[in-house]
C-alpha cells in the first residue's frame, strides 16, 4: 500500500532480458535504506527488490507487468518516481495507492499556467476506468487531483515542486504513463456493472 507522495527519483543503471523477465538495476539514494524482498513503487508499479549492491538495487518485472504499464519503453539513464510501502500509523498525505497500474495513459498537452503546469492525459475509455472532477488519479505513482474529467481524458495541475522534485520535468506531449484509477471508484464502477 502507497501514498502517492514521491520520496525520491531513481536512475536505470541497466536493463537485463531473461527470456519474457526483465530485471532493472536501478541506482537511488534511498537504496542504503532498502531490504531484499522489500516493495517499491516505480512510476506506481510496486515492484519487489531482488538483490541491493552498494547504491543499486534490481527489480524485476514479469511480463504482464511490462504489457500493462510503460516499463516497457524504459531505457537506461531514465528517471523514474520512487516510493516505499506507507508505514501503519502514518499520515495518509496523498491517497490510498495499491501499485497496480490500471493502464497507461498518453500526455495530449502541456500548458504553463504563471508558474504551475497542466497536463492532460488520454487513455482508453473501453476499459471501463473513470476520473471524477476533484477525484483522486495517480500518474507515474503521483498522487494527483483531477481538473476538467471527460470520459477518456482528464487533466492535472502541477505545482512547482512536484514539477521539480518527480519525473513530471521530463513528460512532455507522446509520453507514455501508468496510470491507477482510484479504488473506491474502481468498485463503485464494478459493482454498478454487476447490477446490470
Known sequence: MFTGIIETLGRIKSIENEKENVHFTITSNIT?????????????VCL????????????????????????????EGDTVNLERAMKLGDRLDGHIVQGHVDQVGTCISVKEASGSWYFTFKYDAALNNITIEKGSITVNGVSLTVVNSNLNEFSVAIIPYTFEHTN?????EGSIVNLEFDVIGKYVSRLNELRK
Do not use: M, P
Not at 32 to 44: F, R, T
Open 32 to 44: 542504503s535504506e532498502l531490504k531484499i524482498d522489500q516493495s517499491v513503487a516505480h512510476n506506481g
Open 48 to 75: 519487489t527488490v531482488i538483490a541491493i549492491e552498494n547504491d543499486n538495487y534490481i527489480v524485476t518485472a514479469i511480463k504482464e507487468t511490462l504489457e500493462k504499464t510503460n516499463l516497457g519503453t524504459w531505457k
Open 168 to 172: 513530471f520535468h521530463s513528460i512532455k
